[in-house]
């Protein structure tokens, strides 16, 4: 059972990787990127800075 859960784990994307990709592909920074999705700077920023 360990072994499938560590798969699954290894698999999981990483949020922040895909936030930044997706802001760089729409050329926004960070605030206008907040402004447009309704979420708060502190809200994305973590998530971005753990990739």
Not at 3 to 23: D, F, T
């Amino acid at each position: 059972m360990t072994r499938s859960v560590s798969r699954l784990v290894a698999k999981k994307p990483n949020i922040g990787k895909l936030i930044c990709a997706l802001r760089q592909e729409l050329n926004m920074s960070k605030g206008r990127f907040t402004a447009e999705f309704s979420v708060t700077f502190l809200t994305i920023n973590p998530w971005e800075m753990d990739m």
